[in-house]
């Protein structure tokens, strides 16, 4: 598992999954670390390395969404770590725990992606506004109906799960890309994306900060550039980023 640090507070982990990156942060605070998604399952050994090097404990382990491949590794975290608060949205809490049914009022799009089969319920569930630690949560569906962001207010620095990603390019989830199509793949809702995509860019972030790929700094400029894709996508393909 490759370790980069980037700033004063934040770690990312990276392992390759096959064909595609994965990562998980871990952010530094006075009290420890907050774990901000756990990879896939194999993922575990190296994350509770990581920490060890930080010499710090993990405190918290906080969801972006409940996807595999950034909540897989979550049951055997918290046996390793029986003491550490188990957070994610609300809205989210449900689909991790097998009901994949949408809400009224939700865009009645199919719920896509790999889940895992989830025994851990959350210690506590998250709305947007408030914090963990130094990160506050924002709102940001698309990918999945309840997926969060996380921004640290100290530098700016935005994790934002699969709302964006950096792989072989910065991309809308929900965009198509022959190169990595996965987290398109496995988007809910490509209007809703676009959307939290425009709410996310106009927090300003300093740094983003992904499930795929490197992390990027000072990256508006790539923000807007992969908003104006999305919108062009989804014009020439009446409301659907996928190429037809």
Not at 14 to 25: G, H, I, K, Q, S
Not at 36 to 43: E, K, Y
């Amino acid at each position: 598992m490759r370790h980069t640090r980037h700033g004063e507070h934040l770690t990312q982990l990276t392992r390759w999954e096959l064909l595609f990156p994965v990562n998980c942060y871990l952010v530094r605070e006075d009290d420890g670390l907050t774990l901000v998604d756990t990879g896939m399952p194999n993922m575990v050994g190296g994350i509770l390395a990581a920490a060890r090097k930080l010499d710090a404990p993990i405190r918290r382990i906080a969801l972006t969404h409940g996807h595999m491949d950034h909540a897989g590794g979550l049951a055997a975290l918290h046996t390793a770590l029986p003491d550490a608060e188990v957070l994610l949205s609300t809205r989210e809490a449900p689909l991790l725990a097998g009901d994949r049914q949408v809400l009224p009022g939700e865009p009645q799009a199919v719920v896509r992606g790999g889940w895992p089969k989830q025994v851990v319920a959350p210690t506590r569930t998250l709305e947007p506004g408030e914090r963990v630690g130094s990160l506050r949560v924002t709102a940001a569906p698309g990918h999945t109906p309840g997926q969060i962001a996380f921004l640290d207010e100290r530098d700016g620095t935005l994790i934002a799960g699969d709302a964006y990603s950096t792989h072989t390019g910065v991309t809308v989830c929900g965009t198509s890309h022959l190169l990595f199509p996965f987290v398109a793949m496995g988007t809910w809702h490509q209007p809703t994306a676009l959307t939290t995509a425009k709410a996310l860019r106009a927090l300003d972030p300093i740094r983003l900060a992904t499930g795929h790929g490197p992390v990027l700094e000072r990256p508006s400029s790539a923000m807007n550039a992969a908003i104006a894709a999305m919108e062009r996508a989804l014009a020439t393909n009446g409301g659907s980023a996928h190429a037809s």
